[in-house]
């Protein structure tokens, strides 16, 4: 995963250039997800490690299918190809949000734990790391049984474990060593 996060960081930043330059953020978010979804199809996946398909061929297809998405996505995707970077795309799209979020000044945080989270403790988890981020925060709350307890908080590239299961982990691994 941080390899293609490595691959994918400089398109993710041209994209996200260009498209604040054109004062088009959310529009290219749109788009993005769209090829993104498109990439992310059972069929164009075989495709896409296919020996015998060329990268003309693909990009023949990909100009067909994602037609209904601007003329300059579709270039974009175009040398995604040419460049063997295509399934890069997932990667490309959550960089390009968390630079989109970091410069509209918002965050979007998703919050694991074990039980449903009460709208109290949403609100003051909410301010809590709106505060410690400084920037907006947009919560997002999941369910995860199998954590026994406590919460596992992730915020772009910064994770916080303070589950149980992830506590115990880390004894373990101290007492390891």
Known sequence: MAEKNTIARPYARAVFEMAQKADKLS?????????????????????????????????ALIREVAAELPEA???????????????????????????????????DVVV?????LKEAQQKALT??????????????????????????????DLVIDGSVNGQLNALARRLMH
């Open 112 to 116: 694991v734990s074990a039980y449903a």
């Open 27 to 59: 529009e290219w978010s749109e788009s993005l997800a769209g090829l993104a979804a498109i990439i992310a199809t059972d069929e164009l996946q075989q495709l896409l490690d296919h020996p015998r398909v060329t990268r003309d061929q693909l990009v």
């Open 127 to 156: 301010t809590a790391l709106s505060k410690k981020l400084g920037r907006q925060v947009s919560l997002s709350c999941e369910v995860d049984k199998e954590l026994v307890g406590g919460v596992i908080i992730r915020a772009g």
């Open 73 to 107: 996505v579709v270039r974009f995707a175009e040398l995604l190809v040419e460049s063997g970077r295509l399934a890069c795309m997932p990667e490309i799209l959550a960089l390009y949000n968390d630079m989109r979020a970091q410069a509209e000044g918002s965050q």
